[in-house]
Structures are given as structure tokens and as C-alpha cells.
């Protein structure tokens, strides 16, 4: 399992960020995806889940501001954030679980500041 995220960057508050993450090594299609983040000082938490269907699920405090998605044709799922605040600096992970292993990618860092 191989996970490469890229799009992070340092952005103005209000300002947007396009995240991606491209899988391989696994039957992308058939996976459930997770996006993460990792404040400095703080526990990893999630972000936003995409289900095989399509179906998503956020976090409060990004609900009505990111999106989700997933390509199935290119093996890639996006994080498209929008309306970025100071407190959504992290570093963001992509991840997959298969079987029990939880996989995860290098991360990508985001800084919203002025």
C-alpha cells in the first residue's frame, strides 16, 4: 500500500487548498478513505471519511467548508477546502485501512496565517 498526498501550502484565512492523495498497491475502488490532520501539540484526528459508494462524513469543525471526493479512475481522493481558518493548520494525512492495518501516507503540512 502506497499513499502520496500533495496540494498542502501556506494559504491567507478565507483563502482555499486542494488536496490529493494517489493510491496504489491496493484495490482503490473497494476502499473506504480517510482524510486526518495533526496540529502541533495535538492527537491526529479525522476529517472527512469517503465511503466505496460515495457517501461522506466530516467532522464538525470543517462541516459546510471541505469536500471529499475520490476518482476511482486515477486512484486519487481530494480534499477540497475552502473558507481556511488559523485553526486548520495541520498536517494532513491520507489514510486506509486494510484488514487490520491502518496505512498512511507521508502527510502534506497547511498553514493558514496572515
Known amino acids: 500500500v502506497q499513499l502520496v498526498e500533495s496540494g498542502g501550502g501556506l494559504v491567507q484565512p478565507g483563502g482555499s487548498l486542494r488536496l490529493s492523495c494517489a493510491a496504489s498497491?491496493?484495490?482503490?475502488?473497494?476502499?473506504?478513505m480517510n482524510w486526518y490532520r495533526q496540529a502541533p501539540g495535538k492527537q491526529r484526528e479525522l476529517v472527512a471519511t469517503?465511503?466505496?459508494?460515495?457517501?461522506?462524513m466530516y467532522a464538525d469543525s470543517v462541516k459546510g467548508r471541505f469536500t471529499i471526493s475520490r476518482d476511482n479512475a486515477k486512484n486519487t481522493m481530494y480534499l477540497q477546502m475552502n473558507s481556511l481558518k488559523p485553526d486548520d493548520t495541520a498536517v494532513y494525512y491520507c489514510?486506509?485501512?486494510?484488514?487490520?492495518?491502518?496505512?498512511w501516507g507521508q502527510g502534506t503540512q497547511v498553514t493558514v496565517s496572515s
Open positions: 489514510n486506509v485501512v486494510r484488514g487490520w492495518v491502518s496505512n
Open positions: 498497491g491496493f484495490t482503490f475502488s473497494n476502499s473506504p
Open positions: 469517503i465511503s466505496v459508494p460515495g457517501s461522506t
